[in-house]
Structure formats: structure tokens, C-alpha cells
């Protein structure tokens, strides 16, 4: 242990003012803003080492689909000029080495207490503090606590029959094995045809002896055509990245898409045809931005999904095998769109095989087998890129309460409820980052994490200055927030598929949808009113701070 955890450690008998639960993207950036308020703040971090979801998904192919100029900090000018990304799209390597970096250049480790796993948080109302429980049983107490633990970080593992029997070794792509995995001589099967499966699908086929891949819903992906950045282009942007930063955090998504400004539906059928074929050559989710009407209407997204569907039957050689990747039952875009590198080419491959899990369920596994009603697929290894409880699954696996008897995993238990995504009514001074109601998975999380994390530093710097203790969400700003999130979503064709934006992929999950869609340059206006307004919807010391008005 460093002589300033050993500091810490001796202060946390009086309490600090901040602990950050998780040492990812978001916990990293609260931490260094923590420091520079001058507030004491630890970050207590299950993993063995910083880069949360870069740390744990170190599966094959694991990339970023967001370009990596932009998928990176934009808080420091210093940072960005020395920083230089080598390609497109960052490996899972590059993006740790550069949060390594970041860690390093701002001395962050000393705060972060590795191999801790925060189990509980409990609020006591008298004192105003919050007391975490670890894992090993030890206590923490703070002021204020910052939820930085992921919104794609609880991974799951599938119930399925005898999986316990299973001879060989068994792999999330959530939790892989530092070290990487052996492929070759082996029949690896993989379940899970998601951007994880995606990206690792084609790697480890060009590895194993046989892949066979256990398909329950076809996806659309789209090539990453995937390169090495240009020197004139990384030059380009380092002279310019104020400017681009600036810009992105007004647009849609977060990210500096070639966004389409006319409707498909307004648009010739040549026309269209060549701007999907256009885009498809560029490479990258920018596809699906094409058009003003693709995420809203539903013949609009036809167009956009049967040029997928055609590409599917242009790449894949055997119809069948054609047949059952192709998507059709709900619109492109509705689930997360997946961005690969030879996904449809490896289809062609003779050592892989496509298992339609529609047809053929898998029944159980077996000591070296997945068994379908059509016989038993050998395996001696089995993949799961089965996914993750999005959003709230990692908030929900810590018990959160307060001594007033509220409860998170009871407040939520009909879905989440939260206001701006950033704060729980009945949770006084506790925060989540790109929490359940923010732009979070739906935008460049990067981004939306600086956005959250300098909202939260300000809050709590400004409290500070005023001498405030407590800050809560109103249960009022709380209900209309959540309303408005559902509005916005309704108007959109979210809802046509099963996807984990609304917890369809978790067995007794409440199906709500989870992102705010309403774009993130409105939302980083919404939530920069709120705090102009005097934190308007919160309750400071008990007292709601400024009239409510609908922040809507
Ligand atoms: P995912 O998108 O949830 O995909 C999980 C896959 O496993 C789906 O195909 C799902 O089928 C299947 N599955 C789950 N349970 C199953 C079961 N019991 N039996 C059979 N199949 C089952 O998870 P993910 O691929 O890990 O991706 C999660 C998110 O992480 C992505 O959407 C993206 O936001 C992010 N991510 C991004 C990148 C990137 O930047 N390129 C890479 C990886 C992940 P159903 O569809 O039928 O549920």
C-alpha cells in the first residue's frame, strides 16, 4: 500500500469527502477533478488494475467502434497533443495503454485501492455521510459518493442447463483472462452474436480448429474499415480539437457523424442506394445517421435495413447460412449496431459453423457438447458474449440504502427512476455517472462522462463554497425527468426490438427503456440550466433550492 493510501486509510477514520466507486473512464476523470477542488476523495476499484470496461474486456478484437480521436479526454490541451492515436478505431490495448497514460500523467494511482469490491453503500441521515462495506469487510465513510461503475460492466452468464458440467474452460468477454486464451488445435463455441461477438467471431476463427457460433438474434453490422490514422489527419485534429470538441458536445450523439439532414423517405431510391453504398465504404456507425427519419420511421429504416440484408447476401456464400444472419424481424439501429472487421466474410470459412438458435434452442451443455434438439455441437471451449445488465446492473449489485429505510434495489425494482441521470431521489449526495436517464450508451460515453463528472465537481465545489451538506433530487423534478425520458424515446423505434436499452435481455428485468435519446447537446444544456437555476429540482439542506419549473 502507497504512504498516501496509508494517509488515507489513517483519514478514513474521518471520513473523506468523496469516494468514487470504480476506476474506469469516469472514476479516473472524478478523481483528478476531485484533487484539483482540493477535496480528499479515494476510488475504490474492483479490478486489479484501472481501464473498467477496457480492463475486463481484453477479448480478441476488442476495438472501440467510436473513432478514437474522439473517443478520448478532451480536458486537457496537454493530453491531447501528446497523446497520438494509431489507428481509426483503438484496440482494447491502445485505449488501456492511453488510460494507463492518463493515470500516470496525473498521478492518479495514489488514490485508487485496487482489488476492492464495494459491496454496500449505506446513507446515514444524521451524520450526512455515506459508509461503503468492501468485499474484505472494510469501511469507508464519506461525505458524498460517486457511482463510476459502468453502465456495460455487469456481465452475464446465461442460465443454462449443465453448464456447470462443462469439461473445458468457460469465458465471458466481460471478464476475460489477462493473459489471453489458446485457440488453436481447439472447438471453441461461442454464444452471443452482439458487437462483442462481432468483433471476436472472426479472430478466433482464424485461430481454432472449428468455431461454432450460437446465434438467437441475427444482428446488422456494418464494416469498421478500420486503418491507420493518416499523420496530416492526427495533425489536423491536434491543431483543431478545441474547435471539434466544442462541436461535439452540441450534436446528437456526441460524435462528429457526417449527419444526414434530409428524410429517406424525401429522397430518390437511386439516390438513397448511393448514399447507404457511400457510407458502408466509409465504414463505421455513421451509417446509421444516413438520414433525418431512419431512427423514427419505420419505412425510412427499411430502406436503410434491407441495404444491410442485401450486403448479408452478397458476402455469404451458402443461402442458408445467409438466410439465418440476416435480420429481419425489427428495425436497424433499435439494438445497438454492431461494427466489424470480416463478420459476414467469416461465415465463408469451412471451420466455421452458424447454429440458428430460433430453430434448434440450445437445450443443456454437456461435458465437451452444446446440445440442441438437432444433436450435440463438441466444444471444448465454450465463449459467452452474452452480454451484460446495462445501466443499472452494476449500481444494483451493491445494496444501496440510507438509515430512513430507502432502498435503490426497492426504488428501482419497477425499473429505474432518476433525475438528469445523475442523482436518486431518497439518495442524498450520491451521484451516477451516465446513470439511467442520461445519454450514457447512446452517445460517445467519453464525452458524456467529462459532461457528467465536471457537473457533479462544480455541484459539489459550489456546495462547498456555500456551506451546504446535503443535496437530493426532488421526487417531483425526479417523475417528470423520468416521464420526459420515456416521451422522447416513445417517439423513436426503440421499442421495436428486445434489445438491453430497455433490460429485454435479462430474464425478470422491468423492460424500461434506460437512455435519455433527446441528443447530447440538448441534454448538456438541460443539465447546465439546472445548475444555473440554483440546482433546481434538487433539495439543498432539505430545502428545495429554486421554484420548480419543468426542466422538460
Ligand atoms: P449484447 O449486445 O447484449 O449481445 C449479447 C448477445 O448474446 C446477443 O446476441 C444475445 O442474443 C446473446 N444472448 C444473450 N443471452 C443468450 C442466451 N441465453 N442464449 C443465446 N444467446 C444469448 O452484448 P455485447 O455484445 O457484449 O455488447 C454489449 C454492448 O457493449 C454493445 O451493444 C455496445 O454498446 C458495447 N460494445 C461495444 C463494442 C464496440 O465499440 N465495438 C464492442 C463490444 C461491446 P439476443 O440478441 O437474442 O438477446
Redesign the pocket.
Known amino acids: 500500500m502507497s504512504s498516501d493510501m496509508n494517509a488515507l486509510q489513517a483519514k478514513s477514520a474521518a471520513p473523506l469527502d468523496v469516494i468514487v466507486v470504480g476506476a474506469g473512464f469516469a472514476g479516473l476523470y472524478m478523481s483528478y477533478r476531485m484533487r484539483q477542488a482540493g477535496l480528499s476523495a479515494i476510488v475504490l476499484e474492483a479490478g486489479s488494475d484501472v481501464g473498467g470496461t477496457w480492463y475486463w474486456?481484453c477479448y480478441p478484437g476488442?476495438?472501440?467502434?467510436?473513432p478514437s480521436l474522439e473517443y478520448s479526454y478532451s480536458f486537457s490541451e496537454e493530453l491531447e497533443q501528446e497523446w497520438t492515436w494509431r489507428e481509426r478505431f483503438a484496440t482494447q490495448p491502445e485505449i488501456l495503454a492511453y488510460i494507463r497514460h492518463v493515470c500516470d500523467k496525473f498521478d492518479l494511482r495514489r488514490n485508487i485501492r485496487f482489488d476492492t469490491r464495494v459491496v454496500s453503500a449505506n446513507f446515514d441521515d444524521t451524520e450526512a455521510l455515506w459508509t461503503l462495506r468492501t468485499q474484505a469487510d472494510e469501511a469507508w465513510r464519506a461525505r458524498f459518493c460517486v457511482m463510476a461503475t459502468g453502465c456495460?460492466s455487469e456481465a452475464?452468464i446465461?442460465d443454462?442447463a449443465g453448464v456447470e458440467s462443462f469439461k473445458g474452460a468457460i469465458y465471458h468477454?466481460?471478464h476475460w483472462p489477462q493473459d489471453g486464451v489458446e485457440f488453436a488445435g481447439k472447438r471453441v463455441a461461442l454464444?452471443?452474436?452482439?458487437?462483442?461477438?462481432?468483433?471476436a467471431i472472426p479472430c478466433i476463427a482464424r485461430e481454432a480448429a472449428h468455431l461454432t457460433v450460437?446465434?438467437?438474434?441475427p444482428?446488422y453490422s456494418v464494416p469498421a474499415r478500420n486503418a491507420p490514422l493518416a499523420p496530416e489527419l492526427v495533425a489536423e485534429w491536434k491543431e483543431n480539437c478545441a474547435t471539434k470538441r466544442a462541436a461535439a458536445r452540441v450534436s446528437r450523439v456526441g460524435v462528429l457523424h457526417d449527419y444526414g439532414t434530409v428524410p429517406a423517405l424525401e429522397t430518390p431510391a437511386d439516390v438513397r442506394q448511393k448514399e447507404f453504398e457511400r457510407r458502408w465504404i466509409k465504414g463505421g456507425t455513421n451509417f446509421a445517421y444516413a438520414y433525418t427519419d431512419l431512427g423514427r420511421n419505420e419505412q425510412a429504416n427499411e430502406c436503410a435495413a434491407s441495404f444491410v440484408r442485401a450486403k448479408i447476401a452478397e458476402i455469404v456464400r451458402d443461402p442458408e447460412t445467409a438466410r439465418k444472419l440476416t435480420p429481419v424481424d425489427y428495425p436497424i439501429g433499435a439494438?445497438?449496431i454492431?461494427?466489424d472487421t470480416d463478420y459476414w466474410e467469416t461465415f465463408n470459412r469451412s471451420n466455421v459453423t452458424l447454429v440458428d438458435?430460433r430453430a434448434e434452442p440450445?437445450q443443456s451443455i454437456g461435458e465437451r457438447s452444446v446440445n440442441t434438439q438437432n444433436g450435440a455441437y463438441p466444444a471444448d471451449m465454450l465463449i459467452m458474449?452474452?452480454?451484460?445488465d446495462?445501466i443499472t446492473g452494476a449500481l444494483l449489485a451493491i445494496d444501496i440504502t440510507t438509515r430512513a429505510g430507502a432502498s435503490l434495489r426497492q426504488a428501482w425494482a419497477a425499473g429505474p427512476r432518476a433525475y438528469l441521470g445523475l442523482a436518486v431521489a431518497g439518495f442524498p449526495n450520491l451521484f451516477t455517472i451516465t446513470g439511467p436517464g442520461s445519454p450514457s450508451?447512446i452517445s460517445n460515453v467519453v464525452l458524456s462522462i467529462e459532461q457528467h463528472v465536471d457537473w457533479i465537481a462544480e455541484c459539489l465545489t459550489g456546495l462547498g463554497r456555500q456551506g451546504v451538506r446535503q443535496i437530493e433530487a426532488t421526487d417531483d423534478a425526479q417523475e417528470r425527468w423520468v416521464a420526459h425520458v420515456q416521451d422522447v424515446a416513445s417517439g423513436t423505434l426503440f421499442s421495436k426490438a428486445?434489445s438491453?436499452y430497455l433490460g429485454a435481455?435479462v430474464p425478470g428485468k422491468p423492460r424500461v427503456f434506460m437512455p435519455y435519446v433527446g441528443g447530447v447537446g440538448v441534454y448538456g444544456n438541460t443539465c447546465r440550466e439546472v445548475a444555473e437555476a440554483g440546482y433546481r429540482g434538487f433539495m439543498l439542506d432539505g430545502v428545495e433550492s429554486a421554484k420548480s419549473r419543468d426542466v422538460a
Do not use: E
Not at 62 to 66: E, K, M, S
Not at 385 to 388: E, H, M, R
Open positions: 474486456n476488442a476495438r472501440c467502434d467510436v456495460i452475464r446465461p443454462i468477454t466481460g454464444i452471443g452474436t452482439g458487437s462483442s461477438g462481432v468483433q450460437f446465434q438467437r438474434t444482428c439494438k445497438r454492431c461494427v438458435l440450445i458474449a452474452t452480454g451484460y446495462a450508451v428486445n438491453w435481455n
